[in-house]
């Protein structure tokens, strides 16, 4: 029993951060119908503004301070979003009118050229650094279930932006922009939609989110590389698809799927190398029998 | 269709050979002898390659201040592999047929080794690494050396260190898969705790660069260990040992020589505190050729204390200047009979004899973490 709880938290502490990662590709996706694959380098990018962040706040604020944290997740955030912003003005909005795999690749390109600078000696060096504890962390035992307030923040967090974006996407004026852009484009600006400012918005609010789920991924395992994206943003990716791509609540159902599930097949001693081979074949055969993803039907909205 | 594309490749490959022939023509290859290395100097286990470069570089330093190898210089062309799979046998094969090298020194993770050795022993080219464990390495070929042990014996000092002085009956084993290295140990350590009359409470794996492992270490606290044994690398390892105290898992865990970086501190902090693992040597050892060593390590890279890869680094220079001097000369298959004829050749981390299967024979010491640095606990003999 107390094996089986342990598991659960283990397991939703994981998924939640697979889920806020998956929140950022669905947004983009949803809007754009294309897959920005540098997602994960923001989420790098994130954690590494935190990482330099953190001695001048901590001067102000003190050390593990709260007030402190959320400035630091506030500064990264919009490091972030200004960096996404960049990013989609110089490398994807030039492609715009192209056919939608050429912006794939430039993805896929972005993604690369932000690795291997990152790993230059001069920029962050490829080697593994200390991420600084920017929360004082508690720890909590019941019996024999050990969790700390990491474990609870991360899922807390996400639910929180979870809510934050539904209600941007369907309660405000550039929410509703933002869904007119991803039913036609062409119609939106026929009726005053300033299509290149929503888009904008849309890569600023989802490399925002990259960032803060960069910064919890860090707060997890304190150690930071510029590599440190590409395993999880890979497994967000998928989250988002399992899920259903394009649909917000579909992320973060795929993204708790995907944590638990590796979490209770790598806690099998004799299954334990198995683990994301057996993981995503479970993942393909739920995508056999729902193409779309668990919540991904084609009546519900998409963002 | 083959031949014009094989027309086509060349034209730039005539282009590149000539350019190779002129690049050849300073005649430098005549006035000194040209050895290779290739490291991990980026990427994840920097600090490896790092060291282990550092230590060679002070040796070849040294050499050339005395005078050189039978009155040629030494020169040291060095590649660095990134830590990344498929780059070692890019730089290994640049250093044979661009660089005209005489023998190849590199690495320390056995997987990388293990990439560089077929392409060493195909090209006739001598390969000592400085701190590949792995027994496969030397198996590739009669041109492949070491200077360090190899993991059955590090598996066993450390199976022995379990039973005698850590008196554990039980232990969990946590193995990273991606890397032989790991594997290797696991298996030795794993044959020789049972034969001591130990049970294996429970066998986990991980992949490298993975960082969350809470859902194995939940599974290997409910296995009720006296310990956990994990051969992985540092970066790994601290992650490990971190998530292991948040989980309430607070039996001692041990490792082997992968976990020698001072990275391990700086991310571990308090949670690698107390744990043990097996290595190559100890920098607070007493003898005279260790201190000389550490001083000159120190003066020459800023006061850094020499760790147990920049120990080996530094032998496995000294061992083929010794190859060579005892060949009479600088070529290939000559430098391999004399290394291969090794008898006792005096090391910073011991006294090394060639066996057979061109591993090296030599003692191990295991250290303990301890108020955020690497204390000397006991030497084993083989």
């Known amino acids: 029993m107390d094996w089986l709880l342990q598991q659960s938290i283990n397991g939703l502490g994981l998924g939640s951060i697979y889920a806020l990662i998956a929140l950022g590709y669905t947004m983009v996706y949803g809007i754009l119908r294309f897959i920005n694959f540098a ?8 954690a590494f503004s935190a990482f330099y962040l953190e001695p001048q706040v901590s001067r102000l604020f003190g050390r593990e301070s709260v007030v402190g944290a959320i400035m630091i997740v506030i500064l990264a955030a919009g490091i972030c979003a200004v960096l996404g912003m960049l990013i989609e003005f ?52 019941m019996g024999n279930v050990f969790f700390n307030s990491t474990d609870l923040l991360v899922p807390v967090v996400t639910l929180l932006l979870l809510a934050a974006m539904w209600f941007i996407v369907q309660k405000t004026r550039i929410g509703t922009a933002m869904r007119a852009v991803s039913y036609n484009q062409q119609a939106a600006s026929l009726m005053g939609v300033n299509v290149n400012r929503i888009i904008s918005f849309t890569f ?27 395993q999880p943003g890979l497994r967000a990716f998928i989250a988002a698809v399992l899920g259903g791509i394009g649909n917000l609540p579909g992320a973060v159902v795929g993204g708790l799927v995907l944590g638990i599930l590796e979490t209770f097949l790598g806690g099998i001693p004799w299954l334990s190398s198995y683990r994301d081979g057996i ?11 729902k193409p779309a993803g668990l919540l991904g039907k084609a009546t519900v909205e998409k963002v | 269709m083959l031949a014009r594309l094989l027309s086509r490749a060349a034209l730039p490959l005539s282009l590149s050979f000539a350019l190779f022939l002129t690049g050849c023509g300073g005649g430098s290859s005549e006035s000194t002898i040209k050895v290779g290395e290739f490291a991990s100097l980026t990427g994840k286990e920097a600090t490896f390659g790092t060291s282990s470069h550092e230590g060679t570089l ?28 498929g780059e070692t046998a890019n730089a290994v094969n640049k ?11 590199g690495e320390v993770a056995s997987g990388r080794s293990l990439e560089a050795a077929p392409i060493c022993q195909q090209s006739k080219i001598p390969m000592i690494s400085p701190a590949s464990t792995n027994p496969k390495v030397t198996e590739t070929g009669d041109y492949i050396f070491r200077v360090c042990f190899i993991d059955p014996f590090q598996g066993t000092v450390m199976a022995n260190f379990a039973t005698n002085t850590l008196k554990a009956k039980k232990i969990a084993v946590f193995t990273d898969v991606k890397s032989d290295y790991s594997k290797g140990l696991a298996k030795y350590f794993k044959e020789k705790f049972v034969a001591n009359g130990g049970t294996i409470a429970a066998e986990l794996d991980f992949n490298g660069g993975d960082k969350d492992f809470k859902g194995q270490l939940t599974a290997i606290k409910s296995s009720n260990p006296d310990g956990v044994f994990v051969p992985g690398y540092y970066t790994d390892v601290a992650l490990i040992c971190i998530q292991a105290k948040q989980l309430g898992l607070n039996v001692p865990m041990f490792g082997g020589d992968g976990w020698e970086s001072s990275t391990l501190l700086e991310i571990g902090k308090e949670a690698v505190e107390g744990n043990y693992f097996s290595t190559h040597y100890a920098a607070d050892a007493a003898t005279d050729k260790v201190k000389n060593f550490v001083e000159a390590y120190k003066k020459r890279f800023g006061g850094k204390v020499p ?39 005096d090391a910073v981390t011991g006294k090394i004899a060639m066996n057979e299967k061109r591993d090296a024979v030599k003692s191990a010491v295991i250290l303990q973490v301890k108020g955020g640095a690497f204390k000397y606990v006991e030497t084993v003999n083989p």
Do not use: C, W
């Open chain 1, 39 to 46: 997602h994960s380098d923001v989420l790098m990018l994130g």
């Open chain 1, 90 to 141: 110089l490398a994807y909005r030039p492609l715009r009118n192209r056919p939608r795999l050429t912006v794939l690749i430039t993805a896929i390109g972005v993604s690369l050229f932000i690795e291997f600078t990152a790993q230059h000696e001069k920029v962050f060096s490829a080697k593994t650094q200390f991420f600084p504890r920017l929360l004082p962390e508690h720890s909590f035992q």
């Open chain 1, 204 to 230: 600023g609010l989802g490399s925002a989110l990259a960032a803060i789920a960069g910064i919890l991924y860090a707060m997890k395992a304190p150690g930071i590389e510029p590599l440190m994206g590409v």
């Open chain 1, 279 to 289: 993981a995503f074949a479970i993942l393909i055969l739920i995508l056999l029998f």
């Open chain 2, 58 to 85: 002070l040796a070849f330093e040294e050499l050339n201040a005395a005078g050189g190898v039978l009155g040629k210089k030494l020169e040291l062309i060095t590649e660095d592999n990134q830590t990344k799979p």
């Open chain 2, 95 to 105: 250093l044979i047929a661009k660089d005209n090298v005489v023998a190849i020194l």
């Open chain 2, 307 to 345: 760790d147990a890869m920049a120990a080996l680094g530094y032998d496995s220079a000294y061992f083929l200047a010794d190859g060579i001097k005892r060949a009479a000369t600088a070529e290939p298959a000559k430098i391999r009979e004399a290394l291969a004829a090794t008898k006792e050749f």
